[in-house]
């Protein structure tokens, strides 16, 4: 498991290297701290609209990162050819991709935390000075800690679709991973129509596809729980708990696929 | 160094030519304002994936562009066409948005220049909230509203009062407005004891911004119909009505020219001898005159 870890450490150090990250990062910071001029265009909705562009940021520069940081992971390596040195070390190949699976974590986990505190921050100005009978229109304060739960959530999903990213870098190009990656997440978030299918098809075949698909495709929606969280509702921990675990549990099957291509891969 | 003056004779160029274009006429801006690509609600709420917040925050941000821009055109024929599209569109995206469905209302309510004119359309916005949230009082006190200020149905608007009234942690003056309503309906004091209730009980910036400003129409109503009493006295004793306020300050019935509650001078008409507000007036315009006198 140390070469896990050193392989991570390398692959957080050569991202924090990347001057392209920092441009995502400060640009995502920027849009999140705009968001409370583009709440003042609107009427009475400034809150709820600083936490929607804030949240739908720190998701979608996440987003960019998992997948154009992901898709290269392995194929850098092959494509320079250190693939070849760095398999003659003592390093097994299920430990390689968990190492830079790990490292790309820990940069994203690193860059969502930066978002998140430029988050709360403008949150934080936001609710500075408001009195009290305007509080009373929030369906929740500005700094409420229930937003750090739709992070988690997004964090999650940005786990798996590194996953993804990973999985198809280990036996495609850079261009095709990404499409396939982005391709997955889109038809994730529309997996609750497949489960509908059958009441719009006739073909019972095509109506159990549509069911079998909507099983073993990722339910991206499973992770999003902006909606509920910006109008103060309350989500069930027991609902939070298990939208991790099939986060984990895909994760791991992602994974395994990854190290079973990439362990059968020939490198001569 | 050199860069660096480099960089400060580049940008004083740039600010330059920036001063300068100002000055050019601008180009004829593309008819594209009033256009609206998707109008389907279910394709967008699909079409989304989980950016349906943002997105709902968007046609809201467009509903308010358009009602203001609008709103302020001095185009004759001026149209609110893509009011209710953008706002379904938002209220869809958002189910929960609840400023969408309430102020929304507002714009579609209001009559004509001022608004779309169209409250069976803030009706339908209304119950489409309503429909999400069924225990939202808000909602079915803002229909009995509609009702009352802009459809000017008194019995309609009481039995919505009444049902806002039933709901779940709704304020104890509504039942009692329902009754109001339902006794004097469209009587200018009731009007007056709705918005009066609103604004004391206003937990938003735009329920206080509208309340003043019903409640200053009700003065200034209260105030026309009293110059044009005095104008009509005038007329009766001088033979022939006034020609401007002064004829009216001179004989001492005015001690000074009249002002609306925002101080803009009221019009006079000296030949019917109606009183109008001044054209500029921020009260422009006055709720229908069909509103029964006291």
Redo the contacts between chains.
Sequence with gaps: MRAVGHIAVNVFKESVRDKVLYSIVAFAVMLIAVSYL?GQ?????DL??IK??G??SI?TFGLLIAVFIGIGLVWKEVERRSIYGLLTKPIRRWEFILGKYAGLMLTLLVNVSVMTAAFYAVLAYQGWGVDA??R??WPAPPMDPALLAAIALIFVELMLVTAIALFFSTFSSPFLSAVLTLGLW?IG??NA?LRNFENVLESRAAAWLARGLYYVLPN??AF?I??QV??G?HVAASYIGLSMLYGAVYMALVLTGAVAIFARRDFK | MRTALALVILLAAAVGLQAVREQQAPLASPTTENLLYVRSPEFMTRAALSYDLLLADVYWIRAVQHFGQTKLSKTQGKQYDLLLPLLDLATSLDPRFNIAYRFGAIFLAEDYPGGAGRPDHAIALLQKGLEQQPGKWEFAQDIGFVHYWWRKDYSEAAEWFTRAGEMPGAPNWLPALAAVTLAQGGNRESSRRLWQELLNSADAEWITTQARLRLSQLDAMDQIDTLERVVGLYAQRAGSPPRTWLDLVRAGYLRGLPVDPERYEYQLNPTSGAVTLAERSPLNPLPSREQPRR
Excluded: E, R, Y
């Design positions: 583009l265009l609107t009427a009475g909705q709820k609209i929607d562009l949240l739908a998701a009978l305007a009373q229109a889109v978030h529309f129509d991206f929606d999003d902006k909606a910006v109008h509702q």
